[in-house]
């Protein structure tokens, strides 16, 4: 297995290109199945759960070509199957994004029960409430969930999300697009991500309004054609080099942000003393302006502080001056990374899902173990300031949500290797 070897290093300085947003491309990915021509999605990841996206799509029926660079083409003249395969599901929660799409084009859609992971149980009660609110009639065996529409096809309704779930809200989205009539989505998610898909869709012909708020309206159309789509820059990778930044005191340049999708990281880093240059597509982090300070941060759906940037945002408070405290409210598990960084010599207690965290730790280098993709950035981050060396192992969990992770720290003069164990 491979491993990252992670060297204090000094202030990070330079610039770094954000790439496309993992969870923006993997919906606008399952969205293709919705249309009959040709879609084009540009500034595609190169990320493991973006191959594995393409492997199930293509089981599915889809032909998709990398016709250069970051450009996916992708054309479901017919669907083939209606059944995801259980090896990619096991592999990839995100593949229960197919259902949505499937049920609306084909009335039909067998997946196997994405199972939880680190962070979480993470159900999928709100994606099926929301698909026999169209009308499907759900089997749910041991190990899978089948949905086929009643003979008269979907018919819209207005259905309440007990959570503003973000995979619920683009699999319902993605269910109601052919459906009679209109659907509403109340309490939807309001993410970026969601956005960025209802573009998409509304590029191939639906008819979607009040994405980005917590009322989605779906009218049913007939069909979907052809779009071209460029994916959102990724925020939370962006947060991520934002953090890295600050935790070692460097002046970075982040370039292809948008500065709106990440209004809580910089407000809170602005309150910790990190100066922080916002322009239309980039900014300017400067950690090495003077003494940092603590700050309480609480995770909440969009627009509150992101769940995913929790972890590496910890990681930067053992090193400020005074104690923080971190809520957790999205996940029931979020906190694997505390025991990691405490191997390192960080001071956190965790009652439930609050965080005490002590500052100004003397981290050290030592052997750690990435839990989920969040937590492993976050280990990088301390080991990035850690005395001596950090050995982190199970850096699939990493390698599957950040293009060119080594490669873009290096460039920032982080001393980072991968090598295989
Ligand atoms: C998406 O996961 C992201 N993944 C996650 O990013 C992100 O952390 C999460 O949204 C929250 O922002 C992708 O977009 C591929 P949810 P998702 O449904 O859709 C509960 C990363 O690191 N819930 O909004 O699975 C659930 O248990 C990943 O990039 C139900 O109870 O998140 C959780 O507690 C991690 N029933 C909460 O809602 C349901 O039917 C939020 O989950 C669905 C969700």
């Not at 540009?42 to 492997?55: F, T």
Request: net charge negative; aromatic share 6%.
């Amino acid at each position: 297995m491979a491993k990252y070897i992670v060297k204090q290093s000094g202030p990070l300085k330079g610039e770094v290109h954000i790439s496309g947003a993992k969870n923006a491309v993997l919906p606008l990915m399952a969205a293709t199945l919705l249309s009959e021509e040709k879609c084009v999605i540009r500034d595609v990841p190169h990320l493991r759960d973006v191959a594995l996206m393409k492997e199930l799509l293509s089981s599915l029926g889809s032909k998709i070509e990398e016709t250069e660079e970051h450009v996916l083409s992708i054309n479901t003249e017919d669907i083939v199957s209606t059944e995801a395969d259980f090896e990619i599901v096991n592999k990839m929660r995100a593949s229960i994004l197919v259902m949505g799409p499937l049920l609306a084009r084909k009335g039909r859609a067998r997946v196997p029960h994405p199972g939880g992971c680190a962070i979480g149980a993470r159900p999928i009660d709100l994606h099926l409430k929301g698909f026999e609110a169209l009308g499907a009639i759900l089997t749910v065996g041991d190990d899978y969930v089948e949905a086929v529409a009643g003979g008269q096809g979907l018919v819209g309704d207005t259905i309440y999300l007990d959570f503003p779930s973000v995979g619920a809200t683009e699999n319902i989205m993605m269910a109601a697009v052919f459906a009679e009539g209109t659907t509403y989505i109340e309490n939807a998610a309001e993410e970026p991500e969601i956005v960025d898909l209802a573009n998409f869709m509304n590029k191939m012909g639906a008819k979607i309004k009040g994405a980005g708020t917590d009322t989605i309206k779906i009218e049913g159309v007939k069909s979907l054609g052809s779009a071209n789509h460029t994916v959102i820059p990724d925020r939370i990778e962006a947060g991520t080099f934002m953090l890295a930044a600050a935790i070692t005191r460097g002046n970075v340049h982040i370039n292809n942000v948008l500065p709106d999708h990440l209004k809580p990281v910089i407000a809170k880093l602005r309150e910790c003393g990190v100066r922080i240059e916002v322009g239309d597509e980039d900014m300017i982090v400067r950690g090495n302006l003077g003494p940092q300070y603590a700050t309480d941060i609480k995770t909440l759906p969009y627009p509150g502080f992101p769940t995913d940037i929790q972890s590496p945002f910890m990681a930067y408070l053992t090193t400020v001056e005074g104690s923080s405290t971190v809520i957790e409210t999205v996940f029931e598990n979020r906190f694997m990374h505390v025991s990691q960084l405490g191997k390192m010599g960080a001071i956190i207690e965790t009652a439930g899902n609050k965080a005490s965290v002590k500052g100004n730790a003397k981290l050290r280098g030592c052997q750690v173990m990435a839990t989920d993709l969040r937590a492993g950035a976050a280990l990088v981050l301390a080991g990035l300031v850690a005395e001596g060396t950090t050995e982190i192992s199970e850096i699939y969990h990493i390698e599957r949500g950040y293009e060119y992770f080594i490669e873009k720290f290096a460039a920032l003069g982080a001393e980072i290797e991968r090598v295989e164990d």
